[in-house]
């Protein structure tokens, strides 16, 4: 197994829609394997392939419950709403106030081939929402009120360019 490096704002693989995936092989196998074990020494709860450099339609995640992949997911359905602060492994040490829908139901495939459904409220709605948005090339900084988004990518920019963040 490999670990990948994780994908940080502004490299442009975050800001494109991941391509489906036609045929699963035992290369998406073992990208999964290598998706889990990065994601669990990041740490984290979920990673979508853009997110380590590889534009799939795939994602994997485990929010305590036992881990799973989903490939070429979609939201089927959302419901009620939550706000909670809210990361990402590719704007590490930063964290908002985002609201999204508290439930969510998502449908892919799972490593058979076979079709999948996941849904949960609060921490499982979010990161199905989280992941999928990934996929579809959206950070989480899309979900930002204007004001706050303005304020992140200022600061982000600084830090990239080694700046003091004012």
């Not at 984290?44 to 490939?71: H, N, T």
């Not at 508290?102 to 709605?125: I, N, P, Q, T, W």
């Not at 989480?140 to 963040?165: D, F, N, T």
Request: contains cysteine.
């Amino acid at each position: 197994m490999a670990l990948f490096p994780i994908r940080t704002f502004g490299d442009p693989v975050l800001r494109t829609a991941a391509q489906p995936i036609d045929e699963i092989s035992s290369a998406i196998e073992r990208l999964v394997d290598d998706m889990f074990e990065t994601m669990y020494e990041a740490p984290g709860v979920g990673l979508a392939a853009p997110q380590i450099g590889i534009s799939k339609s795939i994602f994997v995640a485990d929010i305590g419950e036992g881990p799973f992949a989903m490939i070429n997911p979609e939201i089927v359905e959302l419901s009620g709403e939550w706000e909670w602060e809210e990361g990402c492994l590719s704007v590490p040490e930063r964290f908002w106030p985002i609201t999204r829908p508290a439930f969510a139901r998502a449908r892919g495939l799972d490593l058979s081939g076979e079709a999948v459904e996941y849904s949960g409220d609060e921490l499982l709605g979010r990161v199905l929402q989280h992941e999928i948005d990934h996929l579809n090339g959206m950070l989480l900084l899309e979900r930002l009120s204007r004001r706050v988004k303005k304020q992140a990518l200022r600061e982000l920019r600084q830090e990239a360019l080694g700046m003091p963040i004012t």
